[in-house]
């Protein structure tokens, strides 16, 4: 195989062929008729001396050559568009990209009214795409350009560009006419109520609270554990259990729920932006880190 007497632009068709396993579906995606598509996978199947994809019942499966071929190509393609994207002047007033961000329940509702809204005011064309958390996927996402930064804590991907987010600390949430009063909390007060307890994982009653408690002889009585924050002010909300909320996401919630802070040093996380290297040096992707990396710093 001799690249330089075929297309590039066949490699592009290959890796939607590949993506979609579909005739019909790889056509639709770069916006070409059936019977071009047809054209083109017969080109590549002289090409490459292989089926590439095989009819198995009703569909098409890639053959142990495509396989081989998909992660590579993507790669290449990649690296062939950011060589393209670092030539290119950016301007975020009339551009119409879409940035994708992943994030916890947690980031989505600290970061995203201010990344609409400078998005709305600096590049009213462009898009953005809030994507789930999920720590398996982060690195395969960012190095299948299926995302743009992943805003997380505590994750060690050495292959990751990273730059510093923000520090969050917690407050204490009761609801409003909770019978305890307004009082600032002390160690006695905080330990003798019941609790509500934020397990992302699922399931769980020991949090980073709770380690702090027993360094300092302490305890405190967890009735409930929920998966995601967001669910926390509903329940505290509807009875007399407390929760910690990062300080940041309580804020959201300071007209229906009483802000306290804890009776002892609070626990801290961090947010940090990661990227791909690929992405580094691209104007789009330098242009939007900043805008977050600014709301980060303000929020």
């Keep these: 195989m001799d690249l330089k007497q075929s297309e590039i ?37 002289r090409l490459f001396n292989d089926p590439l994809l095989a009819a198995s019942g009703r569909k098409l499966v890639p053959t142990v050559r495509a396989l081989e071929l998909k992660q590579p190509l993507r790669a290449h393609l990649a690296n062939l568009d950011q060589l393209v994207r670092e030539s290119a002047q950016f301007d975020p007033a009339t551009s119409d990209r879409t940035f994708r961000v992943i994030g916890t329940d947690y980031v989505h509702s600290v970061f995203l009214t201010s990344l609409v809204q400078s998005l709305a005011s600096q590049a009213p064309n462009a898009r953005i795409a809030f994507l789930p958390f999920e720590p398996t996927s982060v690195w395969p996402q960012l190095e299948q350009d299926s995302a743009d930064l992943a805003l997380v804590t505590g ?30 909390f002390t160690f006695d007060t905080f330990c003798a109520a019941d609790h509500v307890l934020i397990s992302p994982e699922g399931g769980g009653f020991i949090g980073v609270t709770d380690k702090l408690l027993g360094e300092l002889g302490r305890s405190r009585r967890i009735t409930c554990s929920l998966p995601s924050f967001l669910l926390a002010p509903s329940v505290v909300a509807g009875s007399d259990l407390l929760a910690m909320m990062p300080a940041r996401l309580a804020a959201l919630h300071s007209d229906s729920m009483d802000l306290f802070d804890p009776p002892f040093p609070s626990p801290e996380f961090t947010v940090d932006l990661l990227w791909h290297p690929r992405r580094h040096k691209d104007p789009a992707h330098m242009w939007f880190r900043s805008v977050v990396g600014r709301i980060a710093t303000v929020i």
């Design 9 to 45: 632009g066949l490699l592009v068709a290959l890796d939607a062929l590949l993506d979609a396993e579909s005739v019909t579906g790889a056509a639709r995606t770069l916006g070409i008729s059936q019977p071009a598509m047809s054209a083109q996978l017969s080109r590549l199947r």
């Design 155 to 184: 994750m060690n991907l050495p292959e990751a560009k990273r730059r510093a987010g923000l520090v969050e600390t917690f407050k204490v949430i009761q609801r409003k006419d909770h019978p305890r009063g307004t009082t600032d």
